[in-house]
T-cell receptor, first 113, second 113 residues
């Protein structure tokens, strides 16, 4: 079964540090990956998407996609306590409907003041 | 304001009762999705619809039913056949013509006792 895997954490970093969140996927033909942030009790919020190999930066966030190694990562620079949340990785996996996202179980990030 | 609304935010039902969760969007998105989220698990797809009057089963459709009579609306009925209905239910939508990103509503937390 094609999957998206994440380390469930928790990942704890001090305020101002770089938080690195990782995600691997099982199918080499997969494309299009997404990072969602989910605060406790709330719905997921899309923060980044990446379709091509390499890095994509948006403010303090950088998404990285390495299709050869089948991993996706999210870097959060200058981490703030407000970044404390669960981060969900999702992808459009090959062989499936282009409309379907497969989600990882999420990584809980805690940023300590 | 454009967005996705789900109602109610919290819903309590007795076992054996059917219950319908509402999802409405005014984003003019073509595709709509229903997910279920349980503690410690990722999002699991229940049903999705790409166009009006058409919908497909997701990974865990048993015990659920949907309709798509209008582009803006995609209600989910949790039937008494669903063995473990207590969960956080999330509706999402996507603009098919442009990209794969899905955007979520605020969710409905259903408790069945």
């Amino acid at each position: 079964q094609k999957e998206v895997e994440q380390n469930s954490g928790p990942l704890s970093v001090p305020e101002g540090a770089i938080a690195s969140l990782n995600c691997t996927y099982s199918d080499r033909g997969s494309q299009s990956f997404f990072w969602y942030r989910q605060y406790s009790g709330k719905s997921p919020e899309l923060i980044m998407f990446i379709y091509s190999n390499g890095d994509k930066e948006d403010g303090r966030f950088t998404a990285q996609l390495n299709k050869a190694s089948q991993y996706v990562s999210l870097l959060i620079r200058d981490s703030q306590p407000s970044d404390s949340a669960t981060y969900l990785c999702a992808g459009v996996l090959s062989g499936g409907s282009n409309y379907k996202l497969t989600f990882g179980k999420g990584t809980l990030l805690t940023v300590n003041p | 304001d454009g967005g996705i609304t789900q109602s109610p935010k919290y819903l309590f039902r007795k076992e054996g009762q059917n219950v319908t969760l509402s999802c409405e969007q005014n984003l003019n998105h073509d595709a709509m999705y229903w997910y279920r989220q349980d503690p410690g698990q990722g999002l699991r797809l229940i049903y999705y619809s790409q166009i009006v009057n058409d919908f497909q089963k997701g990974d865990i459709a048993e015990g659920y039913s949907v309709s798509r009579e209008k582009k803006e609306s995609f209600p989910l009925t949790v039937t008494s056949a669903q063995k473990n209905p207590t969960a956080f239910y999330l509706c999402a939508s996507r603009r098919v013509t442009s990209s794969y990103e899905q955007y979520f509503g605020p969710g409905t937390r259903l408790t069945v006792t």
